[in-house]
T-cell receptor, first 116, second 112 residues
Framework: EPEVTQTPSHQVTQMGQEVILRCVPI?????FYWYRQILGQKVEFLVS????????KSEIFDDQFSVERPDGSNFTLKIRSTKLEDSAMYFC??????????????FGEGSWLTVV | AQKITQTQPGMFVQEKEAVTLDCTYD???????LFWYKQPSSGEMIFLIY??????QNATEGRYSLNFQKARKSANLVISASQLGDSAMYFC?????????FGKGNQVVVIP
């Protein structure tokens, strides 16, 4: 069964450093997403991406964050100048379409980011 | 703004018993849907089941079923014949506008 893959599974970085989290969405999907889950809290939407541009973003997704689809398969989340509070699990997800009607969003296994 | 409410505290359920998890969706939309995802301790988000507001039947997927009450805009997840592997967090959320906003989740612990 096709799946969303994420790398790295876990990354430890020093405060102030830049981090790039990588994702390979399901190949025939057109919509891509990043979510964040701080330990013990709910999953929070960060950004959605379609047709090579951001289609929607949350208030969390400020200038510190950026996304890119550098080629036909990868989808990346860049976090500049990391802060302690950026420590979280980051989920990449993809879906065939962006509307409702049961277009399931499939999640990757997540990338744990620990900022020290 | 859309809001998903999952209010139950952590729940313990005996193995082989059924458990019901509540989810209500505060929305003015008449056409909507609700997804349920399972998050075990390993952290991944696993899609379980989906209910659309215009679906005539309650959604069913193996041991998972939804008790959909359209007037209340709720889609409660029923897990029948609980297994130890069902111990996890369960998140409910709607699609819409290219994003999925989850509730706070329900913690389920299945005890032998």
């Amino acid at each position: 069964e096709p799946e969303v893959t994420q790398t790295p599974s876990h990354q430890v970085t020093q405060m102030g450093q830049e981090v790039i989290l990588r994702c390979v969405p399901i190949s025939n999907h057109l919509y891509f997403y990043w979510y964040r889950q701080i330990l013990g809290q709910k999953v929070e939407f960060l950004v959605s991406f379609y047709n090579n541009e951001i289609s929607e973003k949350s208030e969390i997704f400020d200038d510190q964050f950026s996304v890119e689809r550098p080629d036909g398969s990868n989808f990346t989340l860049k976090i500049r100048s990391t802060k302690l509070e950026d420590s979280a699990m980051y989920f990449c997800a993809s879906s065939a379409a962006g509307d409702s009607s049961g277009n399931t969003i499939y999640f990757g296994e997540g990338s744990w980011l620990t900022v020290v | 703004a859309q809001k998903i409410t999952q209010t139950q505290p952590g729940m313990f359920v005996q193995e082989k018993e059924a458990v019901t998890l509540d989810c209500t969706y505060d929305t003015s939309d008449q056409s909507y849907g609700l997804f349920w995802y399972k998050q075990p301790s390993s952290g991944e988000m696993i899609f379980l089941i989906y209910q659309g507001s215009y679906d005539e039947q309650n959604a069913t997927e193996g041991r998972y079923s939804l008790n959909f009450q359209k007037a209340r805009k709720s889609a409660n997840l029923v897990i029948s014949a609980s297994q130890l592997g069902d111990s996890a967090m369960y998140f409910c959320g709607p699609p819409g506008n290219n994003r999925l906003a989850f509730g706070k989740g329900n913690q389920v612990v299945v005890i032998p």
